[in-house]
T-cell receptor
Framework: KAGVTQTPRYLIKTRGQQVTLSCSPI?????VSWYQQTPGQGLQFLFE???????NKGNFPGRFSGRQFSNSRSEMNVSTLELGDSALYLC?????????????FGPGTRLTVT | LAKTTQPISMDSYEGQEVNITCSHN???????ITWYQQFPSQGPRFIIQ???TKVTNEVASLFIPADRKSSTLSLPRVSLSDTAVYYC???????????????FGTGTQLKVEL
């Protein structure tokens, strides 16, 4: 069974630009969640999507948004990039949800904002 | 929001048992406690999950006291390949009532030596 895939793996953007990251979950998984990982803040929950609906959201500004398509693939968008948005963005999928079922993480997208 | 704390680092030798504790307050009453392992340049990998008392699988045990304000991951007979960062993940009562927000622990860097 193929694992969670994320594209692109690496990305360099300039302050003020916007970026879209993509995540393809494991086949059959309906929940996709996104996390930001930085050395200073550690792993932080961004949001969770289930059956195309945002079910849960972390404490991030509105510049961070996402969506999920009918095939469960998900995209995350960050607008008006700031230097502090440089991070590893991880996507995870699970069968039913983030809390009660094990999540499978992708390798992440390394975003660098200059 | 739930506050989770873990020891920053631990050292061990091959063949020893390692216990890593995560302290978490304000955990959601209906949520599980999950532990993940992360190697450099990879996404976290699920280890074990539990709700209360003790859970054991082929790689680890998880001990959760009745008040659920902490949890202890136990790795029996560690090897060099267990050198990694270990995170606990707990659900936190969503402020909007729309589900549980997720909070990762601060992470524990385990170093196993010969």
């Amino acid at each position: 069974k193929a694992g969670v895939t994320q594209t692109p793996r690496y990305l360099i953007k300039t302050r003020g630009q916007q970026v879209t990251l993509s995540c393809s979950p494991i086949s059959g998984h309906r929940s996709v969640s996104w996390y930001q990982q930085t050395p200073g803040q550690g792993l932080q929950f961004l949001f969770e999507y289930f059956s195309e609906t945002q079910r849960n959201k972390g404490n991030f500004p509105g510049r961070f948004s996402g969506r999920q398509f009918s095939n469960s693939r998900s995209e995350m968008n960050v607008s008006t990039l700031e230097l502090g948005d440089s991070a590893l963005y991880l996507c995870a999928s699970s069968l039913w949800g983030t809390s009660s079922y094990e999540q499978y993480f992708g390798p992440g997208t390394r975003l660098t904002v200059t | 929001l739930a506050k989770t704390t873990q020891p920053i680092s631990m050292d061990s030798y091959e063949g020893q048992e390692v216990n890593i504790t995560c302290s978490h307050n304000n955990i959601a009453t209906n949520d599980y406690i999950t532990w993940y392992q992360q190697f450099p340049s990879q996404g976290p990998r699920f280890i074990i999950q539990g709700y209360k008392t003790k859970v054991t699988n082929e790689v680890a045990s998880l001990f959760i006291p009745a008040d659920r304000k902490s949890s202890t991951l136990s790795l029996p007979r560690v090897s060099l390949s267990d050198t990694a960062v270990y995170y606990c993940l707990v659900g936190d009562k969503g402020l909007t009532g729309g589900g549980n927000k997720l909070t990762f622990g601060t992470g524990t860097q385990l170093k196993v030596e010969l």
